[in-house]
């Protein structure tokens, strides 16, 4: 698949509100705003300590006739977007926008054979967040697969990006697979629940007070759930969805965690989350 790993590198909401988007994810992890509007669209910027972390969009009007809602996505680096969009053609998945130069770069927006949506970024205009920041405040901390058919879904991704699997000695192994990159663990999958209708890729966002994050969520109008259970890389975690009803999660300290039990599902999220992931293993991401 051509020079170095494939991580993601790229974040972007689409939205029905890019302006009250804006203002909700300023506040709840602290992002700043840029704007970067090509001709005749609006694109607002997200930077974390002045660095672009993700891209807010309109959620195009046609798409919405289609039954599109808002919703992240993540852009995975790739040395030639045109060559990995004819392999993922070829492993059974689905091209929504073919190969195009945009704002962001050469990209194309597709889906793994079933349907969770994703995009693909030429890496040479996309790098990828640093390993010695991903525990920084406003940066993506990990990625999670709800997956219809965990086995092949995670065979796909293994196959068209050369990730692979994670040895979680854990015997929830067979339920839950962490994913790594280049010697990095980033990413788990695990099979969806009945409740959620459609594979997707959840995206987890650092913050520094979990709590605090959680309330901000709430006061602007959109809902959380924390998870009772400390991670094992001594974090906690929240599902989210914005008022528009973008799904996010939220990982960071808590200052009065409670002691009870793993929170197993919040509003069809049924998800045992980064709970039986191994500590990352970190690789060089150049």
């Keep these: 698949m051509g020079i170095g790993p494939a991580y993601f590198t790229w974040y972007e909401l689409f939205t029905t509100d890019v302006t009250a988007a804006a203002a909700f994810y300023g506040d709840v992890v602290g992002w700043g705003t840029t704007d970067a509007s090509p001709s005749g669209r609006r694109y607002v910027q997200l930077t974390a300590a002045e660095i672009?972390?993700?891209?807010?969009?309109?959620?195009?009007?046609?798409?919405?006739?289609?039954?599109?809602?808002?919703?992240?996505?993540?852009?995975?680096?790739?040395?030639?977007?045109?060559?990995?969009?004819?392999?993922?053609?070829?492993?059974?998945?689905?091209?929504?926008?073919?190969?195009?130069?945009?704002?962001?770069?050469?990209?194309?927006?597709?889906?793994?054979?079933?349907?969770?949506?994703?995009?693909?970024?030429?890496?040479?205009?996309?790098?990828?967040?640093?390993?010695?920041?991903?525990?920084?405040?406003?940066?993506?901390?990990?990625?999670?697969?709800?997956?219809?058919?965990?086995?092949?879904?995670?065979?796909?991704?293994?196959?068209?990006?050369?990730?692979?699997?994670?040895?979680?000695?854990?015997h929830f192994v067979d339920a839950y697979v962490a994913l790594s990159a280049g010697g990095q663990v980033m990413a788990g999958?695990?099979?969806?629940?009945?409740?959620e209708q459609d594979p997707f890729w959840l995206f987890y966002f650092n913050v520094e007070d979990l709590d605090g994050a959680v309330e901000r969520v709430k006061a602007r109008g959109g809902r959380a759930s924390c998870n009772d259970e400390e991670l094992p890389s001594g974090l906690w975690v929240a599902h989210c969805t914005d008022p528009q009803g973008a799904a996010f999660a939220l990982q960071g300290k808590r200052a009065h965690a409670p002691k009870v039990g793993w929170s197993t599902e919040w509003q069809g999220f049924s998800s045992r989350g980064q709970m039986v992931t191994p500590k990352p293993t970190r690789g060089s991401a150049d």
């Excluded at 977007?81 to 990209?107: E, F």
Aim: one cysteine or more; charged letters at 30%.
């Design 52 to 170: 672009p972390m993700a891209g807010l969009m309109e959620l195009p009007e046609e798409g919405r006739k289609q039954g599109a809602r808002p919703r992240w996505m993540g852009y995975v680096g790739v040395a030639d977007v045109s060559a990995t969009v004819d392999r993922i053609r070829r492993l059974g998945g689905a091209v929504y926008v073919p190969p195009a130069d945009t704002n962001i770069g050469r990209i194309s927006v597709v889906a793994d054979p079933y349907t969770a949506a994703f995009g693909v970024i030429e890496r040479r205009q996309a790098a990828p967040q640093r390993l010695a920041d991903d525990r920084k405040p406003g940066r993506v901390g990990w990625h999670e697969l709800f997956a219809a058919d965990l086995k092949n879904e995670v065979a796909f991704y293994c196959e068209l990006l050369g990730w692979e699997k994670a040895d979680t000695k854990s």
């Design 189 to 195: 999958a695990f099979k969806k629940g009945p409740a």
